[in-house]
């Protein structure tokens, strides 16, 4: 199937499982995640109607954003952020997806500021058991936000997790209600400062059911590419 054929198909499925949820998110965004893609087949993704892409490494964003067609096409960061790495990334991403502290969220800023911008953010939060993955702990989520909240230059859109892989449908559903659970949670509680509009959850495996619980943007990669081949991106 061509990448065009594959984001119709991700499409239809994520209207199907709007269709299926009892509370279903008005619209949702469907994100092309670009890791280990070449430049040509990104193209070819927004030439097939894709608004909106995704890459997690600083060094390969920078290695192919000279040959992007980004003419209406929203790129976010959503992979773990160094701090000496903020500064080149600050004018060319639309948002940073994976802010999971307060220090990273502190040189967004002073960067932001250089650049005389206000960055939006989605902060990360660590759901499931496993150890190894990246993000805020849920209890923890409150008092960073808060602080967030005082950076001038940060603007919080929302919230964003990477679920350890689960095979088992039900089981991703219920990690994915009790992130949306958090997301609510965290709205109702209007902070200053700080907007719940961004619930970014699923992903080629599981988007179906982040959909189903809430879910408005979605990164999908191996669904529209195929299967990753990790060769590192060479420069022109
Ligand atoms: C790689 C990646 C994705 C996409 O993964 P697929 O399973 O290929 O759809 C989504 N979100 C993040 C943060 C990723 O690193």
Redesign the pocket.
Known sequence: MSIAENIQAAQRRIRQAQSRSSSPPKEVRLMA?T?TVEPQRINEAIAAGINLI?E?RVQELLAKYDRLHLDGVEVHL??HLQRNKVKYIIDKVDMI??VDSLALAEEIERRAAVCQKVMPVLVEVHMGNEESKFGVEPQDLPDLLKQMALLPHIAVRGL?T?PPPCPDHEQAKKLFSQFYALFLDIRAQNLHNISMEICSMG???DFEAAVEEGSNLI?????LFGA?NYQPIKGE
């Open positions: 995640v890791k995704g997690n959503i992979g997806q994976s964003m990477v992903m080629s495996g990164r999908l990669g191996t669904a990753r």
